[in-house]
């Protein structure tokens, strides 16, 4: 069965800097694919963007980035010029296939973004 | 327009009773989930359907009951409610398309059994 944790359980910043969110997670698979989702206080579950296992290239999104060390089984979320709407749930996210399978998701990091 | 939405979307119903929540997607997507968010914020499949078959039941007791009438409906029905059920219970829906997977959620039902 595949686990991730998220060891950071809350994590505040200022506004306009950088802030990084940890996940590792755990498989035998080789192919897979892992998210980062945002619930703000609406409840709302957002996608902020994803990153397929055979991909080398760390995927980018404007201000949000992904460090993936596949070796390390590791997929670390950046936020960079950090602003008040970035607060929220931030949920790491496994899946095995590619549209036909769960989402096992971490515990979850709660971001405070401090004016 | 809403792709994927929930009804109702507060529900507050006491022990024993059974209720039902119901969620639609107007994707065109052939598979829809049932996750439930705990009071600690945590989040766990229930059940998959692709094309109103059963893909995936988590260990879920029977009093939960999923149906799908048709692939773009995806229903929940839960019998003799116990506290334990209060919890958000969010549908969402995927589809494989290229490289562009992305599960689109609903906007949760929050769930209050007294």
């Known amino acids: 069965a595949q686990t991730v944790t998220q060891s950071q359980p809350e994590m505040s910043v200022q506004e306009a800097e950088t802030v990084t969110l940890s996940c590792t997670y755990d498989?035998?698979?080789?192919?897979?694919?892992l998210f980062w989702y945002k619930q703000p206080p609406s409840r709302q579950m957002i996608l902020v963007i994803r990153?397929?296992?055979?991909?080398?290239q760390n995927a980018t999104e404007n201000r949000f980035s992904v460090n993936f060390q596949k070796a390390a089984k590791s997929f670390s979320l950046k936020i960079s010029d950090s602003q008040l709407g970035d607060t929220a749930m931030y949920f790491c996210?496994?899946?095995?296939?590619?549209?036909?399978?769960?989402?096992?998701f971490g515990t979850g990091t709660r971001l405070t973004i401090i004016p | 327009d809403t792709a994927v939405s929930q009804t109702p979307k507060y529900l507050v119903t006491q022990m024993g009773n059974d209720k039902s929540i119901k969620c639609e997607q107007n994707?065109?997507?052939?598979?829809m989930y049932w996750y439930k968010q705990d009071s600690k914020k945590f989040l766990k499949i229930m059940f998959s359907?692709?094309?109103?078959?059963?893909?995936i039941n988590e260990t879920v007791p029977n009093r939960f009951s999923p149906k799908s009438p048709d692939k773009a409906h995806l229903n929940l029905h839960i019998n003799s409610l116990e506290l334990g059920d209060s919890a958000v219970y969010f549908c969402?829906?995927?589809?494989?398309?290229?490289?562009?997977?992305?599960?689109?959620f609903g906007p949760g039902t929050r769930l209050t059994v007294t």
């Open positions: 996210a496994f899946s095995l296939d590619f549209g036909n399978e769960k989402l096992t």
């Open positions: 359907y692709n094309n109103k078959e059963l893909i």
């Open positions: 498989t035998s698979e080789n192919n897979y694919y």
């Open positions: 969402a829906s995927s589809q494989p398309q290229g490289f562009s997977y992305e599960q689109y």
């Open positions: 990153q397929e296992a055979y991909k080398q």
């Open positions: 994707l065109g997507h052939d598979t």
